[in-house]
């Protein structure tokens, strides 16, 4: 699952049983919360404290991963997190609701092309 927030970018996934192993199957129970750039994943860990503040952003220091950026975290407190992202919704355009951070010109600027994107898909 992909979701564009106002924090930034972030994609959701099952964990695997077992550890990373590409071959083993998904885990049902556990979420690999994952990031491109930090700042995106420090703003959720920043807005939810009381949901994240005991996981903990790890870094993928050698580039062996799709996403920089993971946390692990039980699938019950993603299901609550994405409940309070909708929850927190006030804005009537969400490009303009996004918070301010390090990057957030250039997370802007990706949102619009995938704007553009996607309003091509409906022409």
């Given at each position: ?7 930034g970018?972030?994609s ?24 491109r ?23 993928d220091?050698?580039g ?21 992202l ?38």
């Amino acid at each position: 699952m992909w979701l564009f927030t106002k924090y930034g970018f972030i994609s959701a996934v099952n964990a695997r049983l077992g550890g990373p192993n590409r071959s083993s199957p998904p885990d049902p129970s556990l979420i690999v919360i994952r990031a491109r750039v930090r700042s995106h994943m420090q703003n959720l860990f920043n807005a939810f404290p009381s949901l994240l503040s005991g996981f903990e952003i790890n870094e993928d220091t050698v580039g062996q991963r799709d996403y920089k950026y993971i946390a692990i975290v039980p699938k019950a407190v993603w299901v609550r997190l994405v409940s309070e992202l909708a929850n927190e919704m006030n804005y009537p355009k969400f490009k303009s609701s996004l918070i301010d951070f390090d990057g957030k010109n250039d997370y802007h600027d990706s949102l619009l092309d995938v704007w553009n994107l996607m309003y091509e898909t409906q022409k």
